[in-house]
């Protein structure tokens, strides 16, 4: 084994608690995603009666949400991947709020199906540029240390959510909670905006090179001033590279879909997607469940997803130290130093081995309290007993799902929002499915059974992951080696490109 080598320049020129703000700031920002999905489940059978459809159509409208959720981050992720975070937070912010409006204005549900939709591709961007704003400015050495920071939307959205929804649909109606999400994301979004620091690495480098115009707010001018009255100076040639690649082009899709089709990633993503197409039908289920057999109304419904919460936020908290400390461990045996602030060649170093050691014992937590969850359901017991195992299913969930995210990360350093755009789009195509079956199997074989049969197909694509384990790292450095050829064939024709030019402009005159 290799020794890995790092970088002489620091990866960020952020401070940790400038870091720390801006992971939270955009963590913040993602909480819009998993809100829109979930602050509407306590009033899925409220909205049914109100526009006087079948429940089975109103879980139609997360289906579809769900499934534009996963095709927009990769139109989002690649722009923001050469142009920039904050451009993307602004056209995330717009459309959200559009979207908001006309679902407040609503009592048509085509209108309500149609809308939803273009909720979805203006909130869910907002997940990848979180991921993205993650791995421009935080090293593999203390990602999972940053795991609760960058969690912090994705668990708060799904434990608050369902609360906020139950309390405004029961005593403002369900439209108010559209006006809600409209005021709440105003109140984050607008300050984002102005004040969070771009960290795109493809605009501003680790931070020491000023951006474009349009990707500067008020603390890029404040900072890159306050540098330039310490001395501190910035590399003028790779600013004008930078600069010469800043311009729009339509995105591409095709970079997402490329991450899709590798065979390590893959892999990885779809068991991210069955981990969290598993947490989408226990939400999805959770209105119809404690209406029907505890005859919860909208609020209590809502509270039933606090020890859910709770479990994720512990498991935030917990994990991310667990696979940092893995990771150190492996560094030692290695005899690989750990420096912070640094980016470290992960070629030859088995990083998938070093974050899903820490995960395995908690996919099988997760599939038992699954199946014992779906069980309980059927019988008239205590309602301490479901409490119980929502937050284990929480914690256990969470663990292994926030450890395979940052191992997308890890396995492509230089495109994090691609990265998640494509983690985005499986978990959320296999949980539009698992969302989708879920009630037609329930009338069809039971909660017991229906939940029995989502878990093990959780648990049967364990095997996968210890090929992954195996095979990653040789599958890595064969797909870096091939990036480098085809990068190296790429610049050989814009050289050959220029030549011809000069020569012509040579003959011209």
């Known amino acids: ?75 989002v992720a690649d722009i923001a991947d050469r142009q920039g975070r904050r451009p993307m937070y602004i056209f995330c912010f717009i459309i959200f709020t559009a979207a908001n ?103 501003v480098d680790n931070g020491s090179v ?40 339509l995105p591409n899709p095709l970079s997402t879909l490329k991450v899709l089709l590798n065979l390590e990633s893959a892999i990885l993503l779809i068991a991210t997607g069955l981990g969290i197409g598993c947490f989408y039908a226990i939400s999805t289920g959770a209105s119809v469940a404690f209406t029907t057999n505890y005859g919860f109304d909208q609020i209590k419904v809502g509270l039933m997803f606090i020890p859910i919460g709770g479990g994720s936020i512990i498991s935030a908290l917990t994990v991310g130290r667990l696979a940092d400390g893995n990771y150190r461990r492996w560094a030692k045996k290695l ?24 995960i395995f014992p908690l996919f099988f937590v997760s599939v038992a309290v699954i199946i014992a969850y779906g ?28 450890v395979l995210n940052v191992l997308m990360v890890d396995i492509y350093p230089g495109k994090p929002s691609v990265a998640t755009a494509a983690n985005n789009f499986t978990r959320c195509e296999i949980g539009a499915v698992f969302s989708a079956i879920l009630l037609p199997l329930v009338d069809s074989i039971g909660w017991g059974w229906a939940y029995t049969l989502l878990a093990l197909l959780f648990i049967g694509f364990v095997p996968f992951l210890l090929f992954v384990m195996q095979r990653g790292p040789k599958w890595r450095k064969q797909r870096t080696e091939g990036e480098d050829r085809a990068r190296a064939h790429r610049q050989e024709k814009r050289d050959l490109k220029s030549a011809a030019k000069e020569r012509k402009n040579n003959g011209s005159t």
Not at 38 to 48: Q, R
Not at 55 to 64: D, E, M
Not at 232 to 237: G, K, Q, R, V
Not at 375 to 402: D, E, Y
């Open 1 to 75: 084994m290799q020794r890995v080598q790092s970088a002489g320049e620091d990866y960020s020129v952020l401070t940790v608690k400038q870091k720390r703000l801006t992971v939270m700031a955009a963590s913040l920002a993602s909480l819009f995603s998993p809100m829109a999905t979930a602050i509407y489940y306590p009033s899925l059978d409220t909205i049914s009666k109100g526009l006087n459809v079948t429940n089975t159509k109103i879980n139609i409208t997360i289906t579809l949400f769900l499934v534009i959720q996963g095709i927009a981050p990769a139109f």
């Open 101 to 203: 409006i006309g679902l407040a204005l609503q009592n048509n549900y085509v209108a309500l199906l149609v809308l939803r939709m273009l909720q979805a591709a203006g909130s869910s961007g907002t997940v990848a540029l979180a991921n993205g704003v993650v791995g421009d400015i935080i090293t593999s050495a203390e990602r999972g240390s940053y795991v609760a920071f960058a969690s912090l939307g994705g668990l708060l959205g799904p434990m608050i959510s369902p609360i906020l929804g139950g309390i405004i649909g029961q005593y403002a109606g369900w439209h108010w909670i559209f006006w809600f999400l409209l005021i709440f994301s105003a109140a984050v979004f607008i300050p984002l905006i102005l004040f969070m620091p771009e960290t795109c690495r493809n605009v």
């Open 210 to 249: 000023p951006p474009p115009l349009f990707s500067r707010n008020i603390t890029d001018t404040i900072r890159h001033r306050h540098r330039a009255e310490k001395g501190l100076t910035f590399n003028e040639a790779r600013q004008k590279e930078m600069a010469d690649k800043y311009h729009f082009r």
């Open 335 to 358: 005899n690989m130093p750990v420096v912070k602030n640094r980016r470290q060649d992960l070629t030859n170093f088995p990083i998938e081995r070093a974050r899903l050691e820490v």
């Open 375 to 402: 069980w309980i359901l059927t019988k008239k017991i205590s309602i301490a007993v479901p409490i119980v195992l929502l937050f284990l299913m929480g914690f256990s969930l969470t663990a292994t799902f926030q």
